[in-house]
Every structure is written in C-alpha cells, then in structure tokens.
C-alpha cells in the first residue's frame, strides 16, 4: 500500500521533520539550506529556504512556451495577495498586488534610466525618463476627462499641453519648431489666440495693426481703431 505517507522523519522527541506524500506533495519542517559556503548570515526574515554560494547563483522556473511562470506571496487569507508573474505566450512580466494586475511590461528598460514605452533615449544622455507617448493626469474615478503632456513630430505644435474629454483632445498649450521652439502659442475654444514669436513680440490672431486697450475688468484686448 503506497497510499498517505510512503517516507518520514522524526526527530527525537517524535516530532515530524520530513514526509514524503504518495500525493505527490512532501513537508519539510524547518529551514532548508543548500550549499555550504561561508557567507554572511541569511536574513532572519527570509531564511526558510537559503541558496549558499561564494559564486553565482539562482533559481530558475521553467514553463511551456505558452503557459506562465508564477510566484505568488500569501497570507492566511489570500493563497495570491501578491505575485510575479511571466507570460511565455504574450513575452509580458506582471506585478500583482491585492489580487490586481499594478504594473506589466514587456520591453522596460532599467538601466539607471526608466523609459516607457520605449528603449531610445536622446543622444545628448541627460534624459533620466523617457515617455514614448502622452503623459495623463485624470481625476479619481474618471476615465473620459484628463489633461495631457505630449511630443508631436510637427513644425507647428511640437509641444503641447491640453484637456481631453470623451475622446477629442482640446490644446491649451503648443510650441512653435520643433527644433528650435522659436514660438509659444496660446489657445482656447480650439483657437490659437495668441502667439509669442522667437523676438519675444505678442501677437493676437484675432487683431491686425492697433494698441492694447484694457477695459474696467482688466480685460486686454487688441483695438484697431
């Protein structure tokens, strides 16, 4: 009968050390260490299982090309409160917290500089972080409305800041050049209202030849008359 356990160790005092399971699972009472190096003492914290070695070393989860490497971190409620995981069919890592997916990715590079999205990073070299794409800041608990930083490969806007609202994207902010950012451009209502050229001049689209009239408010317009 190789049914229940088929191999156990006790220590003195009868106490089970080991036991090896016929279903497939055996129990190790205790700390495990493989190695015998010297080396400085493990951690008390994380010393349950203790690789020693004074060169290198490792563990190593293989999985089928289509299937997921896991390690998971539990407690005495959640078998999965928090984990690594990698996706051998899709090439994407994952770091999951409170049973949520909180960061994946699939080509981050972490080499003193973070980009996302990317792995080019300027030749000029002071670039610390690099965003391949728009920067969003939205409300708690909105997803349709947020404002937006981004790059655009265009003469005229190259820079801009705005708003986007389900789904059309409304310019506060643009630069001029691309290159050389030669012009500041202010907009509302989708309208490019004003312009401050690379002579540091302010001009109103809306305006031709005139002087600045303020009225009671402190409102400056552009008079022609």
């Not at 156990?8 to 009472?29: C, E, K, R, T």
């Not at 003469?155 to 801009?160: L, R």
């Not at 609202?165 to 643009?174: A, D, N, P, R, S």
């Amino acid at each position: 009968d190789l049914s229940g356990s088929i191999f156990a160790v006790a220590d003195i005092s009868g106490v089970p050390i080991l036991d090896v399971n016929s279903s497939g699972v055996s129990y190790f009472d205790g700390t495990v260490e493989i190695g015998t190096s010297t080396v400085a003492t493990a951690n008390a914290a994380a010393d349950d299982l203790w690789l020693r070695s004074t060169g290198s070393n490792g563990i190593t989860i293989s999985s089928g090309n289509a299937h997921t490497g896991t390690i998971f971190f539990g407690d005495v409620a959640n078998a999965a409160a928090a984990g690594f995981r990698y996706n051998h069919n899709t090439g994407d890592m994952a770091i999951s917290a409170e049973d949520d997916i909180t960061f994946t990715c699939d080509s981050a590079l972490f080499t003193g500089r973070v980009g996302i999205n990317t792995t080019v990073f300027p030749t000029s070299g002071f670039a610390q972080f690099v965003v391949n794409g728009a920067i969003v800041s939205r409300p708690n608990g909105v997803n349709d409305y947020f404002s937006y930083l981004k790059s655009n490969w265009a003469d005229d806007g190259a820079f801009e800041l705005g708003i986007e609202g389900v789904g059309t994207q409304h310019k506060f902010i643009t630069s001029s050049s691309y290159y050389h950012g030669t012009g500041l451009n202010l907009w509302t209502s989708d309208t490019k209202r004003v312009v401050i050229n690379s002579a540091g001049a302010i001009q109103f689209a809306a305006y031709g030849a005139g002087a600045l009239v303020t009225d009671a408010s402190g409102n400056i317009t552009a008079s022609t008359t």
